[in-house]
């Protein structure tokens, strides 16, 4: 069984440009969850995601950024006219709906995102 | 406002000693505690957790850790390190049910000199 998947691992935008970040859910997941790692930060929490649906959104900044899960695909952080500050590792974790492992949270390899 | 505190950046040992990373976290009800590594350039991996029960909990790689309620604390320990353990290593909380966002220490990097 595939881990969670993250791509690009890497990705350079220009001031102004737009990131998409995708992620793949370990097989059996329905739930989504992005984190963002600061230098000599831990990770914050952006955004829980079922399918189709944004359960909490308390920690995404009210601007530019955006998330989605759809029915069919993986999930999709987007940042728009990114901003140096945007610069960071973006993680993606999942986890089952049931199961003996139902509360734990899988993360991805991650994104590292650099702005210049 | 809910937080982690992990009380050590750095840590650094010879391979042999032991080894306790601190983690304390804000009152909040009803807790569910995490302790993920990080290899470097790996992703971050589980190594132990508490839902409730008995409060030492064993992980993977002889890995365990204490949930001491009175003192809101979930310190991780490993009685003898070895050169492999040298990762970074953070502690999370989850407030309230079984699912919902994590809210993580700053991490602590460990340092295992052979």
């Known amino acids: 069984n595939a881990g969670v998947m993250q791509n690009p691992r890497h990705l350079v935008r220009r001031r102004g440009q737009e990131a998409r970040l995708r992620c793949s859910p370990m097989?059996?997941?329905?739930?989504v969850y992005w984190y963002r790692q600061l230098p000599e930060e831990g990770l914050k929490f952006m955004v829980y995601?079922?399918?189709?649906?944004?359960?909490?959104e308390s920690g995404m900044p009210k601007e530019r950024f955006s998330a989605e899960f759809p029915k069919e695909g993986p999930s999709i952080l987007r940042i728009q006219q990114v901003v140096r500050g945007d610069s960071a590792a973006y993680f993606c974790?999942?986890?089952?709906?049931?199961?003996?492992?139902?509360?734990?949270?899988?993360f991805g390899p991650g994104t590292r995102l650099t702005v210049l | 406002a809910q937080s982690v505190s992990q009380h050590n950046h750095h840590v650094i040992l010879s391979e042999a000693a032991s080894l306790e990373l601190g983690c304390n976290y804000s009152y909040g009800g009803t807790v569910n505690l995490f302790w993920y590594v990080q290899y470097p350039g790996q992703h971050l991996q589980l190594l132990l957790k508490?839902?409730?029960?008995?409060?030492l909990v064993k992980g993977i790689k002889g890995f365990e850790a204490e949930f001491i309620k009175s003192k809101f604390s979930f310190n991780l320990r490993k009685p003898s390190v070895q050169w492999s353990d040298t990762a970074e290593y953070f502690c999370?909380?989850?407030?309230?049910?079984?699912?919902?966002?994590?809210?993580f220490g700053k991490g602590t990097k460990l340092s295992v000199k052979p």
């Open positions: 508490y839902f409730s029960g008995d409060p």
């Open positions: 995601l079922q399918k189709e649906n944004i359960i909490d």
């Open positions: 974790a999942s986890s089952p709906s049931e199961g003996i492992r139902y509360n734990e949270q899988f």
């Open positions: 999370a909380v989850r407030y309230g049910g079984s699912q919902g966002n994590l809210i």
């Open positions: 097989k059996g997941h329905s739930h």
